[in-house]
């Protein structure tokens, strides 16, 4: 139901942009998030916005180099990610969660994933 796109190889320092789009079906009222999984790593938090965009919420590691967005009439959520660095390097992926309107770092309440999308970030 949702597919992210945009990942890729970057040098340390530069940046990217992901998007995600789902196919189906809106996700314009659900609160939507992005989280990442670096290679032999649990599945971490990245970033998540409130359905109308006015909230959002980073994990510190990210705070400041990544930007969450969300354009509702195109249906589409994006990060964008500067000055990526190697630590970056992993596979992310968008999820939405129905349950209420506030952006939260908890992956228990998201109910819908997406296939990810690699960034793998060299020094």
């Known amino acids: 139901q949702l597919q992210a796109s945009g990942g890729g190889l970057v040098q340390a320092g530069g940046s990217l942009r992901l998007s995600c789009a789902p196919s189906?079906?809106?996700?314009?009222?659900?609160?939507m998030g992005w989280f990442r999984q670096a290679p032999g790593k649990e599945r971490e938090f990245v970033a998540a916005i409130a359905w109308g965009g006015g909230s959002t919420t980073y994990a510190r590691s990210v705070y400041r180099r990544f930007t969450i967005s969300r354009d509702n009439a195109k249906n589409t959520l994006y990060l964008q990610m500067n000055r990526l660095r190697p630590e970056d390097t992993a596979v992310y992926y968008c999820a939405a969660t129905s349950g209420g309107d506030h952006p939260t770092s908890e992956a228990k309440y998201y109910d819908h994933w997406g296939q990810g999308t690699k960034v793998t970030v060299s020094s």
């Open positions: 189906g079906r809106t996700f314009s009222r659900f609160v």
